[in-house]
């Protein structure tokens, strides 16, 4: 077990699958699946913060760091994190893998009541 373990908490991905057109050529969306990871979950600090597009200055936003790729807004089907029960968006992905502790660090963003 890594020294490293004893800062992550538990995470669940929920990513939907990519949809397909039935025998009928209507469109049938995905489904979204769950996947549990574990992540270190930190806030950000003030320049990161300022580096964000205005409009999510204001919003609860944290880092996170964790070995298992997940896909931003940004992608076709973003990934969105549940974490003590609240819905996240996934803002930016980092990917850093020197072979050293290869991981991500992610921007996570608290999901409003509108979205």
Request: aromatic content about 12%; some cysteine.
């Amino acid at each position: 077990m890594s020294e490293y373990t004893c800062f992550r908490k538990p995470v669940t991905i929920k990513r939907k699958q990519g949809g397909a057109y039935d025998v009928n050529g209507f469109w049938v969306p995905g489904t979204t699946i769950d996947i549990n990871i574990k992540a270190s979950i930190q806030p950000m600090k003030p320049e990161e913060m300022q580096a964000l597009p205005e409009g999510r200055r204001t919003d609860e936003t944290f880092k996170m760091y964790t070995a298992t790729k997940v896909l931003p807004v940004t992608d076709q089907n973003p990934d969105y994190l549940v974490i003590e029960g609240f819905e996240y968006e996934v803002i930016s992905v980092a990917k850093y893998q020197s072979d050293v502790i290869n991981h991500y660090k992610v921007f996570i963003q608290k999901k409003s009541k509108s979205q």
